[in-house]
Nanobody
Framework: QVQLVESGGGLVQAGGSLRLSCGAS????????MGWYRQAPGKERELVAV???????TYAESVKGRFTISRDNAKNTVYLQMNSLKPEDTAGYYC?????????WGRGTQVTVSS
């Protein structure tokens, strides 16, 4: 069983920044990929960013150049730095990992960007 706890969401004006954190209940050293997804009301959950153990990253086109995903294995934490936020970034943001063949999700943190 893996528990993921997200934090750092909130209300911010367009153009502002937020930094999301996701703490895992286990060591993440051997977890190959850790990712962030988001889901806006009435929409499907979509991939935002993924980071591998080697530091390789993948981003959704809509966030490239604005968001940065990173991981701190010593703290068992993955981060999502979000800059130049837009109202369309408003969503619940969820951390996810696959461990022993099972995908785990956090409960999410809400990000609201006002225009």
């Amino acid at each position: 069983q893996v528990q993921l706890v997200e934090s750092g969401g909130g209300l911010v004006q367009a153009g502002g920044s937020l930094r999301l954190s996701c703490g895992a209940s286990i060591s993440i050293v051997s977890i190959y990929r850790m990712g962030w997804y988001r889901q806006a009301p009435g929409k499907e959950r979509e991939l935002v960013a993924v980071v591998t153990t080697g530091g390789s990253t993948t981003y959704a086109e809509s966030v490239k150049g604005r968001f940065t995903i990173s991981r701190d294995n010593a703290k068992n934490t993955v981060y999502l730095q979000m800059n130049s936020l837009k109202p369309e970034d408003t969503a619940g943001y969820y951390c996810t990992v696959v461990y022993s063949g099972i995908r785990y999700w956090g409960r999410g943190t809400q990000v609201t960007v006002s225009s």
